[in-house]
Every structure is written in C-alpha cells, then in structure tokens.
Nanobody, 123 residues
Framework: VQLQASGGGLVQAGGSLRLSCATS????????MGWFRQGPGKEREFVAG????????HYTDSVKGRFTISRDNAKNTVLLQMNSLKPEDTAVYYC?????????????????WGKGTQVTVSS
C-alpha cells in the first residue's frame, strides 16, 4: 500500500488546513487509517484514527474539538481537517494504514506509512 499525504503549509495561529492522504490500494475500505505527527525535537505521536467503515474515530486529547478525521472510501482518501491551529501543532504529519477493522488509537499495528507533509503554525 502506498500512501501520499498532502495539504500541509504555513498558516497563522487560529487558521485552518486540510490534509489529504491518497492511497494506492483498491481495497481501501479494508484498512483502518490514522494520522500521526512528529514535531521538532519530539517523538512521533498519534493524532487521529478512523475505522475502516468510518463509523468510529479517535483523537488525542490535544486536538479534540479542533481536528476532524474522515474518509471517502470511493476515492481511497482519508482527510484531516485542522481548525484553530496552534503553534504547538507544528510538525510533519504522516498518514498510516493497517489491515484491520477497528479504529487505531496509537501506532501499534500500523503497517504502511506515507511520506509526511509539513505543517507550520506561526504565532
């Protein structure tokens, strides 16, 4: 499975960005998906996950109420809508996939990773 994240950029605090992750697989609906990020000098952390059906989602506490993960199984794409961005959201964002039904809540079992997209939030 090949994954390609896009949509990153430079935005002022309080602004919004929408990240997109396109996948190569024809059975995208069989994969649970997740977004992760790695800030400067920090370890990679889980941001959001979505089950393969899209019915279940999970977020890390710091983004709850600001970020929304969604998926379009017809377009083999997973999205991350990021609102009310803060400087601490600055990071390289990665999408990842695992061949499973349930919603990811961490990096365990994520088998495929895409190249990241840089998000920079200025204060």
């Amino acid at each position: 499975v090949q994954l390609q994240a896009s949509g990153g950029g430079l935005v002022q605090a309080g602004g919004s960005l929408r990240l997109s992750c396109a996948t190569s697989t024809r059975i995208f609906s069989s994969y649970a998906m997740g977004w992760f990020r790695q800030g400067p000098g920090k370890e990679r952390e889980f941001v959001a996950g979505i089950s393969r059906s899209g019915e279940s989602t999970h977020y890390t506490d710091s983004v709850k109420g600001r970020f929304t993960i969604s998926r379009d199984n017809a377009k083999n794409t997973v999205l991350l809508q990021m609102n009310s961005l803060k400087p601490e959201d600055t990071a390289v964002y990665y999408c990842a996939a695992r061949f499973a039904r349930s919603c990811p809540v961490n990096a365990y079992g994520m088998d495929w990773w895409g190249k990241g997209t840089q998000v920079t939030v200025s204060s």
